[in-house]
Structures are given as C-alpha cells and as structure tokens.
C-alpha cells in the first residue's frame, strides 16, 4: 500500500501546497504551507533559498498543470518582490520539504 502524500490526494494526484516566496539581497526565500494557508508541513516551518528568480520560475513552472499560466506570479515579483502561489509537489519533493533538507534549491528540482 502506497505511504507517500499521493495515497491521500488520489493514485496520480500530487500534492497541492503554497508556496510563499519573498526577495532579499542573497537570493529568494520560499516556504510551504498546506494549501489550506493555515497549517505548516512537518513540525515545524523551514525555509529554503533559490539563488535567482530564474531558479524559483523554473521551479514553479514545474510544479504547475501545463496549462497554467504564472501571470499572479510575474505580477507579485513586479509589483512587490513577494508572493504566493499553489503548486504541486511530487512525493519525493514533499518528503525534503516535511524533512527540511539545507540545500532544497538543488534538491527540490528533481522533477
């Protein structure tokens, strides 16, 4: 029997959680959330950098249906440096963000 978050969503369904980003000097914060907007992932809230917008673009286009389109994102990095957007996690993805790995800008591309 399947353990991963799948199991929940339904058999090809992937996890949907927000994901908050936010711009300082060194790169983009993120942080995920349930998609209820309330609830943290694990135990506790953990943080994770992409070095350049590029990287958390291409992260989010991604973990994105093929035909959605990011214009909500391209207007919250325009207009405010920050913001929010659903995405789609795979199993493998979830687990590093529930465990909290140090380098999930590297890790968290594997899709």
């Known amino acids: 029997m399947a353990e991963g978050p799948s199991a ?38 953990r943080y994770f950098k992409f070095p350049a ?22 207007h919250s990095v325009r207009a405010w440096n920050r913001g929010s957007e659903y995405v789609n996690l795979t199993d493998e993805q979830y687990a590093k963000v529930v465990s909290g790995l140090e380098r999930p800008s590297n890790e968290l591309r594997l899709r």
């Open 8 to 45: 929940k969503f339904g058999l090809n369904a992937m996890p949907r959680v927000l994901l908050n980003f936010d711009h300082h000097r060194d790169g983009w914060n993120v942080h995920f959330m349930r998609d209820d907007c309330r609830s943290r992932i694990g135990s506790r809230t």
């Open 53 to 74: 917008l590029h990287d958390l673009r291409s992260f989010v286009e991604r973990c994105q249906p093929k035909d959605v389109t990011l214009v909500g994102f391209d």
